[in-house]
């Protein structure tokens, strides 16, 4: 399974962005998708996620603001991030979780917004 992330860029406070996930190869049940940011000097958390039954759920600190979407025709993720802050800044990594154990990370792309 293969997982690329796109869509990162530098913006000014305030402003928006889309990042889309790519996922290909041997995908057969995917159980949920997921966005996770990484600061850097801080851990890998959760920012927003998409079971397969369209179940989401978001960190406290993007609810109202950002908004995780799927093509289950494609295996595309999406996140649409708006009303963006500097606090926002961080590397962003989809992840794809396949018959409940296997787990599949992009490499990342990177999110930067200035004040």
């Known amino acids: 399974v293969h997982v690329v992330e796109s869509g990162g860029g530098l913006v000014q406070a305030g402003g928006s962005l889309r990042l889309s996930c790519a996922a290909s190869?041997?995908?057969?049940?995917?159980?949920?998708m997921g966005w996770y940011r990484q600061a850097p000097g801080k851990q890998r958390d959760l920012v927003a996620r998409?079971?397969?039954?369209?179940?989401?759920n978001y960190a406290d600190a993007v609810k109202g603001r950002f908004t995780i979407s799927r093509d289950f025709a494609d295996n595309t993720l999406y996140l649409q991030m708006n009303n963006l802050k500097p606090e926002d800044t961080a590397v962003y990594y989809c992840?794809?979780?396949?018959?409940?154990?296997?787990?599949?990370w992009g490499q990342g792309t990177q999110v930067t917004v200035s004040s």
């Open positions: 992840k794809l979780t396949q018959a409940i154990i296997y787990d599949y």
């Open positions: 190869g041997s995908i057969f049940s995917i159980d949920a």
């Open positions: 998409i079971t397969s039954g369209g179940t989401t």
